[in-house]
T-cell receptor, first 110, second 111 residues
Framework: NAGVTQTPKFRVLKTGQSMTLLCAQDMNHEYMYWYRQDPGMGLRLIHYSVGEGTTAKGEVPDGYNVSRLKKQNFLLGLESAAPSQTSVYFC?????????FGPGTRLTVT | RKEVEQDPGPFNVPEGATVAFNCTYS??????FFWYRQDCRKEPKLLMSVYSSGNEDGRFTAQLNRASQYISLLIRDSKLSDSATYLCVVTPTGTASKLTFGTGTRLQVTL
């Protein structure tokens, strides 16, 4: 099992560009999450999903959109990137217990 | 008030020492509790779940005190490899699918 994988690992965007981050899990988990982590801020929940076809807003959803068309995939989109979205993005999935994280995507917006 | 609060540390301890971290949560009806470990520039990894009865995994012991709304993590016989940031995680009632993280407590174990 690969667990949770994220692509890409690194990305540099210019302000106003768009991109999609892909998260995939092979553990058949219902719940999936997108977090961002900034120095001194801890992990903040952007959006999450409780199952295929469902999404919900987390703590900091503005500027992001998500889709969960397939159970194993959870996509995070940035329609018009801003420097404030420079961060490390982590995807996670979980069953009834704790969650398992992907290795992260380091995004820089210039 | 933050939903989950932790002392950011750092806790600097010598190898072999016992160290304890506490974490407080604000939602008295929270359902599930976990400790995660995060190494620098890496993803968080699940360390252990926390139960009211307490649970132990080798040198690590986790406790939950619902009355006082805190959870604790005790590390005995600290190793250099225990140096990391330890994250407290709570699943609030009513939003059972969400994982809410504390900002973490940094531990540095030295020779």
């Amino acid at each position: 099992n690969a667990g949770v994988t994220q692509t890409p690992k690194f990305r540099v965007l210019k302000t106003g560009q768009s991109m999609t981050l892909l998260c995939a899990q092979d553990m058949n988990h219902e719940y999936m999450y997108w977090y961002r982590q900034d120095p001194g801020m801890g992990l903040r929940l952007i959006h999450y999903s409780v199952g295929e076809g469902t999404t919900a807003k987390g703590e900091v959803p503005d500027g992001y959109n998500v889709s969960r068309l397939k159970k194993q995939n959870f996509l995070l989109g940035l329609e018009s990137a801003a420097p404030s979205q420079t961060s490390v993005y982590f995807c996670a999935s979980r069953d009834g217990q704790g969650g398992y994280f992907g290795p992260g995507t380091r995004l820089t917006v210039t | 008030r933050k939903e989950v609060e932790q002392d950011p540390g750092p806790f600097n301890v010598p190898e072999g020492a016992t160290v304890a971290f506490n974490c407080t949560y604000s939602n008295s009806a929270s359902q599930s509790f976990f400790w995660y470990r995060q190494d620098c520039r890496k993803e968080p990894k699940l360390l252990m779940s926390v139960y009211s009865s307490g649970n132990e995994d080798g040198r690590f012991t986790a406790q939950l005190n619902r009355a006082s709304q805190y959870i604790s993590l005790l590390i005995r016989d600290s190793k250099l490899s225990d140096s990391a940031t330890y994250l407290c995680v709570v699943t609030p009632t009513g939003t059972a699918s969400k994982l809410t993280f504390g900002t973490g407590t940094r531990l540095q174990v030295t020779l």
